[in-house]
């Protein structure tokens, strides 16, 4: 049976509980790992540079098999997508509890990300179908809005929680219970939607999502070998050879995941590298300064989980407060602002070392790259879209996705190299890795700079010559 109309009020809802609590779990899940990081490299023997394959191996099946995704929730059908995105999920966050070796843990986590770029692309096309237009679905919206900005602190405070006081496995083991009772809430609840005849580009999708792996994988192991290494070089020769031939493959796919032509337009092809960039550097002052608070300050992995308050708060507060700033200020100039916050922000944590006060060199810093990442994300999703043709809509948004998620896996890799290739410069080892991490802030910093510039040449002074025009 499938339905387009929206659902009765009366169940309504419990679809947007089912729906948004799906998708907070996906988002949690990103960041539940890193409070918990040191415990994990403790428990199961990770090197320090193949650490970050627990958050790359997620992120990087996520975002290169997204726009496969939602073409099989187009064809196959969104809720049967959505359900068997969220049994996959749910079994692999089991497997990645059981895990027992590096290996074991890393493969249940590229299955999670299997499980989210088949389970992600759904959420909206849902609350689409089951929501009128107007009030109720602007209310649904928002719901889910918020879910994704309050993800990131609750996946810091349930990983250090877990972690601390019982075990970093628990905070993947409690998805199992959520994950069975979400399915059988969806099976009764959430109608399927009308099928769509469409064809999957298959090679577009293995050959993206692989090409970004051996690029990464060639990265990462660079910092554990060196850039010479005959492993090293055949894996970034082999990643840059399969992302060409996605590209050739794009070119002449009868339905692209990516049509080429989003990147004909400037301000849109800087929107992507930006948001590139951007993640790219934010994401090395999660997986970095998780590290930085327990393993040179001393915190408990739950006191680490608090200790990022004074970024998640105000990122949520910023991105709350985005549409009137934007009717003030503009997109390109919130946009603007946003990066300086950040670059700000994370330049001050760049000044880092064992002797740094946590209130003065670390909560305050932690504020200005809160601020800049809440005001920059929707701002360069806007610019992203901009003058779409209608039916490249779904692609342009989920490239939008695509860069989120591959820009941190592809930034982790390149800081991991910064980190590992820094010397320490004393023989504590406390200030040792103070220091490297502080290098890798600044690192960041530049990603951070050249995302600045980009946007400054194509996005908000073509915004303002635009204006001028009119």
């Not at 009868?254 to 400037?266: E, N, T």
């Amino acid at each position: 049976m499938t339905r387009s109309d929206p659902a009765p009020v009366s169940h309504q809802a419990a679809v947007l509980a089912i729906i948004v609590s799906s998708y907070l779990m996906v988002v949690i899940d990103i960041s539940i790992v890193l409070t918990g990081l040191p415990k994990i490299q403790q428990g199961l023997h990770f090197k320090p540079t193949s650490l970050s394959w627990v958050q790359n191996a997620y992120t990087l099946v996520f975002g290169g098999l997204l726009l496969l995704g939602a073409r099989l929730g187009d064809v196959a059908g969104r809720r049967r997508m959505f359900i068997a995105g969220l049994a996959l999920f749910t079994l692999a966050s089991l497997a990645i509890g059981l895990a027992q070796s590096p290996a074991m843990l890393i493969g249940a986590r590229a299955v999670q990300g299997v499980g989210a770029a088949v389970l992600t692309p759904s959420t909206l096309a849902l609350l689409a179908t089951h929501f009128p237009e107007g009030p109720a679905r602007t209310r649904a919206l928002s719901y889910y809005a918020a879910a994704a900005g309050v993800g990131a602190s609750v996946g810091l405070v349930l990983g250090g929680l877990a972690a601390d006081l019982v075990s970093w496995r628990l905070g993947f083991f409690i998805n199992g219970p959520i994950g069975i009772a979400l399915i059988v809430g969806a099976r009764r609840r959430i109608a399927e939607t009308t099928l769509r005849a469409g064809r999957f580009d298959v090679a577009g999708a293995l050959s993206s999502t692989a090409g970004m792996t051996a690029l990464v994988f060639g990265i990462v192991r660079a910092a554990e070998e060196r850039w010479g290494d005959p492993i090293t070089l055949a894996a970034l020769a082999c990643g840059l050879l399969l992302l060409a031939a996605f590209v050739w493959n794009e070119s002449r796919a009868v339905q692209p995941i990516l049509p080429l032509r989003l990147f004909a337009s400037a301000e849109r092809a800087a929107a992507y590298a930006v948001r590139l960039l951007f993640l790219g550097g934010m994401v090395g002052f999660w997986y970095f300064m998780t590290q930085y608070l327990q393993q040179v300050l001393g915190m408990r992995p739950l006191q680490a989980g608090l200790a990022f308050l004074p970024t998640t708060l105000p990122n949520f507060m910023a991105a709350m407060m985005v549409p009137v700033l934007t009717r003030k200020l503009g997109n390109g100039r919130l946009l603007a602002l946003g990066l300086v916050a950040g670059i700000a922000g994370m330049a001050w944590l760049g000044q880092v070392s064992a002797d740094t006060s946590y209130v003065t060199g670390i909560a305050l810093p932690m504020v200005l790259v809160g601020i800049g990442q809440g005001a920059v994300l929707a701002p360069l999703t806007v610019a992203a879209v901009a003058g779409v043709r209608g039916e490249d809509a779904g692609a342009a948004s989920g490239v939008v996705n695509v860069a989120h998620q591959l820009g941190s896996s592809l930034g982790l890799a390149v800081l991991v190299v910064v980190f590992a290739s820094t010397a320490p410069t004393s023989a504590d080892p406390a200030a040792g890795l103070a220091h490297r991490i502080g290098v890798t802030f600044q690192a960041s910093t530049l990603l951070l700079i050249v995302a600045l510039v980009l946007s400054l040449a194509f996005i908000v002074h073509r915004k303002s010559a635009m204006v001028a025009a009119t």
